[in-house]
T-cell receptor, first 115, second 113 residues
Framework: DAGITQSPRHKVTETGTPVTLRCHQT?????MYWYRQDPGHGLRLIHY???????DKGEVSDGYSVSRSKTEDFLLTLESATSSQTSVYFC??????????????FGAGSRLTVL | DAKTTQPTSMDCAEGRAANLPCNHS???????VYWYRQIHSQGPQYIIH???NNETNEMASLIITEDRKSSTLILPHATLRDTAVYYC??????????????FGQGTTLQVKP
């Protein structure tokens, strides 16, 4: 969808293991975002990036780190996964257009289960 | 960013217009109103946005009241594929805008045959 790919799409892991989710874009957008979605909480922003090596925290950043070494890739890392991080993770690209509009394009999501 | 209030759920008959309301009584003058929707298990999808004038695109129409304290998203001829969660978000434009969007709980629209 609009040049955004998330991988893996599904992952099952055990508590305490490290996990990295990848978001790849072919649109050359400056802004990239990671959200998580849980029943009863809706979509919550974890981290976002406004350029290569420029990142900032969102609403629920504890337990997560991100990296963006090149424009097209935004990595989300769980250093030591916990069961509370079982969720569906969505990456989004876009952000501020020429008019200043906030039009984000979302990926298909990555479903993570931590046992 | 201003807070929005939406009904938790709504029903609509297939082929009829779906009118989804949103209250944003604390909206400031430089905040835009955005609508996104999320069909089950998919990522959210942008629908439309506006400042104070009514807006229309191929997907929907956005009606913003004159005092800008509320708005309505209109799907003119709802189909079963429009069944989704609809999010109303207000967001400031301008310098320092990082583009991030904060989602609320949204309205679950159920289109029925």
């Amino acid at each position: 969808d609009a040049g955004i790919t998330q991988s893996p799409r599904h992952k099952v892991t055990e508590t305490g293991t490290p996990v990295t989710l990848r978001c790849h874009q072919t649109e050359n957008h400056r802004y990239m975002y990671w959200y998580r979605q849980d029943p009863g909480h809706g979509l919550r922003l974890i981290h976002y990036s406004y350029g290569v090596k420029d990142t900032d925290k969102g609403e629920v950043s504890d337990g997560y780190s991100v990296s963006r070494s090149k424009t097209e890739d935004f990595l989300l890392t769980l250093e030591s996964a916990t069961s509370s991080q079982t969720s569906v993770y969505f990456c989004a690209i876009g952000g501020v257009g020429a008019s200043g509009a906030n039009v984000l394009t979302f990926g298909a999501g990555s479903r993570l289960t931590v046992l | 960013d201003a807070k929005t209030t939406q009904p938790t759920s709504m029903d609509c008959a297939e082929g009829r217009a779906a009118n989804l309301p949103c209250n944003h009584s604390t909206i400031s003058g430089n905040e835009y109103v955005y609508w996104y929707r999320q069909i089950h298990s998919q990522g959210p999808q942008y629908i439309i946005h506006g400042l104070k004038n009514n807006e229309t695109n191929e997907m929907a129409s956005l009606i913003i009241t004159e005092d800008r304290k509320s708005s309505t998203l209109i799907l003119p001829h709802a189909t079963l594929r429009d069944t989704a969660v609809y999010y109303c978000i207000v967001r400031v434009h301008g310098s320092g805008n990082t583009g991030k969007l904060i989602f609320g709980q949204g309205t679950t629209l159920q289109v029925k045959p």
